[in-house]
């Protein structure tokens, strides 16, 4: 199963873009008590293309420099991450996406220490050529060309989904 990481901040549209592009069967939001009263609009409209998925939510209680409360986080979502986690590293605050940026770090250490061949992993459990993906995580930027004010006019239109390689 897919599982989308995703920071929510004041504007939704990325989010809305990742779960279309993506197209997960779980999504776990990260967001701020502020920013999370808009969660229905991106997951409402989302569900009208892509209708198989959860949704599950968790806030920072510091949204802005809750660093720590976000790692700590991270550490527990790491441990209900899927066969495969894609990593939305758009959205939010700086704080919301260190916290699930450090989800994908977490992942990608546990697979080394355990010397696991991601790539062969995933390739069994999905019946997917090992060379067509890289390995277990893969982090992702929705990227939305139009301009400030256009975006938040129209926030519901799906932008561009950028591969951010692993270093």
Known sequence: MIVLFSPLGLAYGSLYSAILLVRPGRVVVVSSRQAVV???SAVDAARFFHTSFEVETHLLDDPLAGF?????LARRLAQGAGSHNVINLTGGTTALQDCVRSVADILRARNTSNGINTSNQIAQETNIAP???S???????VVD???AEEQKRVPLVVGELVEVPPL
């Open 38 to 40: 808009d969660l229905h």
């Open 68 to 72: 720590a409360e976000g790692r700590r």
């Open 131 to 133: 060379h067509e993906y």
């Open 135 to 141: 390995c277990l995580v893969r982090e992702v930027a």
């Open 145 to 147: 060309r139009r301009t």
